[in-house]
């Protein structure tokens, strides 16, 4: 702990503690964070949900979550469990947030510091009004300790909605006080791509237009809407996943070196990045573009017959600045996938001129992969002469793979963050503005314009073959090191 003393009690109250996000991220992250003495000594877990359920029932359900997810036992859980209590009761409602706030007071009668994060799991039509709520409260106040916001995404729908949040949000919290989550940021592989480029100097030379061919950013699932087609048939792929996780991976792998890696620094960088991509108009946004669906997402439950939502999404986006000046950045994700797979993959130019040529011999460039999950690691492609009597090259790899047990769930690492009031990993107001200003004109397209085609895609394959041909001649969409069009 940075700012803690032994005076300090720490509450995390959780709004929404009844979803899965409590059970399944929160739960799981906050018993671990406390069995490995990352918190402080005096702490304690509110629920807030308005079913009623006992205290026991509660720890119940997040003892079934955290069993769920991790196989690590169940070590301490009864010490843990002893400081979980559960409200019922509305996060809009003055008498709900009055009966908290006295249950949360209680803690601190006997005069230590009533240090507070509050974590909203909650339906987003329900952020504004939570906020406004806790601000009339006077929950919002520090003068007995910090009150700290996380809010998770989606923040906002469009540029108009996350202005309209960030307007409430302004009103009764600072900015410092505001952490909004984006869980990309806290995985291992992705606060790496940080280590990676600026850590090192062999990479940061050729990180620019002159050596870069083009980028891809790929986060594709295997997985399905999985019982959520009701939120992401309004959501689809570009609310759900570009808007958010893609766009900041965009963002780190495009940013100018920090000069620090301070928070501000950092997030100074990322929205310069953000600022000059490219904005389209919509019919520009249609030709960037591609979408599918997969086969039978219109028989899901909560998806209208007729729904025109894309599960699948690929972008083409440019940079416009001295570093990246015409290289393309394809970013591309989608449900229902034939694997799992998140990666970022940095295809460098072919070299100007080759002595190399034999028959069949074609240099092949260099690439870099950032694999982010699953395999987390990094690959080096490179050219390597064929064993043989011949002079004839051929691509090897130059690999390093994260241990698998070493990487935790990244709600872990962005909890204990945010009970620090580090805010490096979590997006700022301007950050998500400027990604809804990119985001918006293809949302529009995918709407309206003549020119977006939504292509049906089977469950399980890699997408629509359109995206294949969105590329371009000679580019090929990278996938576990092999090509595929
Ligand atoms: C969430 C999206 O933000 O990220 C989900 O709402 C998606 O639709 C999930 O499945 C993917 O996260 P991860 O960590 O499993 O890649």
Known sequence: MTDSTERDRLTVVIFGAS?????????????????????????????????????????????????????????????FASRVTYVSGSSIDDD???????????????????????YLALAPSLYAGTLEALGRGGMLDESSGFRRVVIEKPFGTDLKSARELNDVVHSVLGESQVFRIDHYLGKE????????????????????????????????????????????????????????????LLALVAMEPPATSGADALRNEKAKVLQAVRKYESDEAAENSVR????????????????STATYGAIRLYV???????????????????????????????????????????????????????????????????PGTRMGTAPEKLEYHFPPQVIRDSYERLLLDAIEGDQSLFTRSDEIEMSWQII????????????????????????????????????????HGSDQK
């Open 189 to 248: 592989t992705v606060q790496n791509l940080m280590v990676f480029r600026f850590a090192n100097t062999i990479f940061e030379p050729l990180w620019n237009r002159n050596y870069v061919d083009h980028v891809q950013i790929s986060v594709m699932e295997s997985l399905d809407t999985e019982g959520r087609a009701g939120y992401y048939d309004k959501a689809g792929v570009l609310r759900d996943m570009m808007q958010s996780h893609l766009l900041q």
């Open 19 to 79: 979803g899965d996000l409590t059970r399944r991220k929160l739960a799981p992250a906050l018993y671990h964070l406390y069995r490995t003495g990352a918190l402080p000594q005096m702490c304690h877990f509110v629920g807030v949900a308005r079913s009623e359920m006992s205290d026991d029932a509660f720890r119940d359900a997040l003892m079934s979550g955290v069993k769920e997810v991790s196989d690590d036992g169940l070590d301490g859980w009864d010490e």
């Open 320 to 386: 416009n600045n001295w570093r990246w000046q015409g290289v393309p950045f394809f970013l591309r994700s989608g449900k229902a996938m034939a694997e799992k797979e998140s990666e970022i993959a940095v295809q460098f130019r072919p070299p100007p001129h080759t002595i190399f040529e034999t028959r069949n011999a074609e240099v092949t460039p260099n690439l870099l992969q950032i694999s982010i999950q699953p395999h987390e690691g990094v690959h080096l492609t490179f050219e390597n002469k064929k």
């Open 292 to 307: 599918g669906q997969y086969a039978g997402y219109r028989e899901e439950d909560g998806v209208a017959s007729s729904s």
């Open 440 to 479: 918006d004109p293809f949302v529009e397209s995918w709407q309206t314009s003549l020119k977006s085609q939504l292509y049906p895609y089977e469950k399980g394959t890699h997408g629509p073959a359109a995206a294949g041909e969105f590329l371009g001649t000679a580019r090929n969409w990278h996938h």
């Open 96 to 118: 709900s947030l009055a009966e908290i706030d006295r249950v949360v007071s209680e803690y601190c009668a006997d005069g230590s510091k009533d240090n507070r994060l509050y």
